[in-house]
């Protein structure tokens, strides 16, 4: 199917650079019969007949040239021009010698030959072949006529006005042919702007397209998604375990996927940029690699994780960003993995200046990659499939997702494998390490796993959303007050005071952008986390906080994200406005 399109698209492509060639030989060839026909005149007027008649002769097949171009046979009538071209003035050299300057009509012709040639990938050898036979006849010319002519008697004082006229008609053709060169390539750049700005049109509406059905497909995943994770926590029957791992794998799966392809319109879109924050690398990696242990059980396959005792300190990184690299490259090897291992390994490589210098890698002992494949891996949609491969699916995205992360960071993703034997991706960046007397206090602060005393204030109008999220803070001893829109929240916070507020963006009566200046103006000490499913990136990001969050939490959210926001930011409100 793919290959029917190129073939058709290439072919639609070839016969409009043949029509566009061909009015562009049609044009040059009529300006070279107005000034022929003048030509014409002039010889006569001289007694000039044979040059009269040559020039004549030119005219004619020029006229049947035209013919023969616009009855769709400009392939074969190009090559036949350039030659006839050729040969007239050739002939008119010989008829009128080197001193009446006839020989200058061979530089319009060199001017106006590019213009005749399809753009294709023969362009520039049509061009030179064509060029090759200018100026071999203009060779020709120089080498073998005679300065004046021996076909014809030319009198001394008519020998000075045909120079003079033969070079006032070259040079008027070479400024004819420069300014219809000049608008042609005016009037394609235009056509190629407006094509661009179309183009860019496109990806506008199909951003906006895919922010808006991004926050649509997100809010009900967060319903499932939470619902599941509330429901295989608590008390369930034996034989419910099964269908709720299903469902969880499912919906993960499926918000995976959404996240790839919103992922990769950012990418496209110029606008996925990255939130450095404090993190301590080896709890990263520990906590990241606890959802895994399941999914590697079940297909019986060993995770190791080892990661260098030097990492245990605090960096500054985008850890939701390097975390999503590291995830797509262990999900990728147990997904191509049926026995034996995959390692994850975080090693420090070097430390000065308090800038850390960390190589990870992901091992497998899985099927490997061919080495034709290696560099393909890594564009857009593409995945390996063989009679091995053809069972797995996905968007072909992740890979290409995690090389322009890298990018981001001033890394890139690199691969050894061999078929059969398995693979080993890796990467290194360099990240600042930071000296900090929050590090205790933070470790510290971790130990205390609920929210007890904590009073919340969620304003979301889904219901199902603030059911997940009330179900789950309260589950961590939270006290929380929900409401549906930003009115109710304002009306709340005139009622009693509350140590954070989680506040929905998109709600009726009031949003959540025009309830966080109210909240702001009338209770500065309060604050207030954006709790959206809408896509966010740096400048959305820098917008919120001008308006007043501090942060946000992206729908569906993870517990413990949702948890660690609300400890962050739950604090005695000195300590959150220092």
């Known amino acids: 199917m793919d290959s029917d399109e190129n073939r058709k698209s290439g072919s639609i492509s070839s016969i409009h650079d043949l029509q566009e060639t061909s009015k562009r030989a049609i044009r040059f060839c009529s300006i070279a019969i107005v000034i022929s026909i003048l030509n014409v005149i002039t010889n006569i007027s001289y007694g000039n007949y044979l040059s009269a008649a040559f020039i004549s002769g030119l005219i004619g097949t020029l006229i049947i040239l035209i013919w023969i171009t616009k009855n769709g046979k400009g392939r074969a009538a190009k090559f036949c021009l350039i030659a006839t071209l050729n040969v007239f003035l050739v002939s008119i050299a010989f008829a009128e010698g080197l001193n009446t300057a006839s020989i200058l009509y061979f530089l319009p012709l060199l001017f106006a030959i590019p213009f005749f040639v399809d753009n294709n990938k023969a362009y520039t050898f049509q061009v030179a072949f064509f060029f090759s036979i200018t100026l071999l006849s203009f060779a020709v010319c120089v080498i073998f006529c005679d300065k004046t002519s021996s076909l014809q008697l030319i009198p001394d004082h008519i020998f000075r006005k045909m120079f003079l006229t033969n070079c006032f008609c070259s040079v008027v053709m070479c400024a004819l ?33 895919l922010s808006s059905m991004g926050h649509e497909l997100r809010t009900p995943l967060n319903g499932i998604i939470g619902a599941t994770n509330l429901i295989r926590s608590g008390k369930g029957l034996p034989e419910q375990k099964d269908y709720l791992d299903i469902l969880k794998y499912c919906s993960d799966h499926m918000l995976g996927l959404v996240n790839d392809i919103l992922d990769f319109n950012k990418i496209e879109a110029g606008q996925l940029d990255l939130h450095p924050v404090e993190c301590n690398i080896k709890t990263l990696l520990k906590q990241l690699t606890l959802p895994f242990y399941n999914r590697f059980e079940e297909k019986n396959i060993d995770l190791e994780v080892i990661i260098d005792e030097n990492l245990n300190e605090i960096v500054l990184v985008d850890d939701l960003r390097l975390v999503q690299v590291i995830n797509n490259l262990i999900s990728n090897a147990l997904k191509f993995t049926e026995t034996g291992f995959v390692r994850l390994q975080a090693v420090q490589k070097q430390k000065q200046d308090n800038l850390a210098t960390i190589q990870f890698s992901v091992q497998d002992s899985g099927i490997g990659i061919n080495e034709a494949d290696q560099e393909k891996i890594f564009g857009s949609f593409w995945q390996v499939f063989n009679e091995t491969t053809r069972k797995y699916s996905g968007t072909g995205l ?115 952008y025009t309830a966080v200046v109210e909240i702001r103006k009338n209770y500065p000490r309060i604050p207030v986390i954006a709790f959206t499913a809408a896509l966010m990136d740096q ?40």
């Open 177 to 209: 042919f420069a300014y219809w060169g000049m608008y042609l390539e005016k009037k394609y750049a235009n056509a190629l702007l407006k094509q661009i700005d179309k183009t860019e049109d496109a990806m506008d509406a199909r951003t906006k397209f």
């Open 398 to 512: 992740g890979l290409t997702i995690c090389q322009r992360l890298l990018a981001l960071m001033n890394s890139s993703l690199k691969v050894k494998s061999e078929t059969g034997k398995g693979s080993q991706f890796y990467f290194t960046i360099t990240v600042p390490v930071l000296v900090t007397k929050k590090e205790k206090k933070a470790a510290a602060e971790q130990n205390n796993n609920d929210l007890e005393g904590v009073k919340i204030l969620l304003a979301e109008d889904n219901i199902i959303n603030m059911m997940i999220a009330k179900k789950f803070l309260e589950d961590k001893k939270a006290l929380l007050t929900g409401a549906q829109n930003g009115q109710e929240a304002l009306d709340c916070l005139g009622k009693e005071d509350f140590d954070i507020i989680l506040l929905d963006l998109e709600m009726p009566v009031m949003d959540g």
């Open 539 to 578: 400048e959305m990001l820098l917008r919120l906080k001008s308006l007043g969050f501090l942060d946000c939490i992206l729908k569906p959210f993870q517990p413990m994200d949702l948890f660690a926001k609300v400890r962050k930011y739950a604090k005695p409100v000195a300590e959150v406005l220092s």
